[in-house]
């Protein structure tokens, strides 16, 4: 891999482990200066940053003014070391609402990474918003800054909606204790009910309680089978039970 494909490549790491950042807005209560507030976000068929924000908070009123915004994400650590060593990377681009076209896709997406956001909707009136990136700034350390080209940078998923329905749909009804063996061979964590959130080309998403989990695969797939074919090659090696994913 080049230099260029691995610093996208980390890039795009560092987008799907997270599953918040801060999100920076134009001020109208003090004009002339951001505002920046933590911000849960999941990503949506193209890639692009999703996020659920009330009529009433500061950010909608600030991007109905001006919808220039940004999203800064950082790596997630372990709390050790020097936090200016981890990557960080600050995506630019205009925040719209979700069409209502969209928005029942989108809003039962949203709402598979954030089971809590449910409950939001019985106080305030809230709108998910899609964030269409338009620059890219990703710092991989000290010394290591790039703009990265926002088409090289993005990547659709390669799985239609019907295919990761499928699949997300099947592991957690019929394969949850491969979820909790994944989420105890390759990242050490001890789980009790897992459940597969999303997937495409590139890893699935596992959440456990509020905590999202983010499995890599270690070669992109494109289609069902191939997303099949890879995930029982992981039960393989993460258990030495014989049981298949059929």
């Given at each position: 891999m080049s230099i260029v494909n691995n610093t996208i490549a980390e890039a795009r790491d560092v987008l799907h482990n997270a599953s918040h950042g801060v999100l920076s807005t134009h001020s109208l209560a003090v004009p002339g200066y951001p505002f920046g507030s933590i911000t849960p976000y999941c990503l949506d068929q193209r890639g692009m940053p999703i996020i659920l924000i009330a009529n009433i908070a500061l950010h909608t009123k600030?991007?109905?003014?001006?919808?220039?915004?940004?999203?800064?994400?950082?790596e997630q650590g372990n709390g050790n070391g020097n936090v200016q060593e981890f990557g960080r990377l600050t995506l630019l681009g205009n925040c719209v609402q979700v069409s209502d076209t969209e928005e029942v896709s989108i809003a039962a997406r949203y709402r598979a990474y954030f089971p809590d956001s449910a409950s939001y909707f019985k106080v305030h009136t809230f709108h998910h918003f899609r964030i269409n990136i338009i620059k890219v700034r990703y710092i991989g350390g000290f010394g290591q800054i790039h703009w990265l080209k926002t088409e090289e940078f993005l990547v659709g998923n390669a799985l239609d909606e019907k295919s990761q329905t499928s699949i997300i749909d099947h592991m957690n009804k019929d394969h949850q204790q491969e979820l909790i063996d994944y989420c105890s061979h390759f990242k050490k964590l001890k789980v009790i009910n897992p459940v597969m959130v999303g997937i495409d080309g590139k890893g699935f998403d596992v959440l456990d309680g509020n905590n999202k989990v983010r499995f890599a695969f270690p070669n992109p797939v494109a289609t069902l089978l191939e997303a099949k074919?890879?995930?029982?090659?992981?039960?393989?090696?993460?258990?030495?039970?014989?049981?298949?994913?059929?």
């Open positions: 600030n991007i109905c003014a001006d919808n220039k915004v940004s999203l800064t994400i950082t074919e890879i995930m029982v090659a992981m039960a393989k090696v993460s258990s030495s039970r014989t049981k298949k994913i059929s």
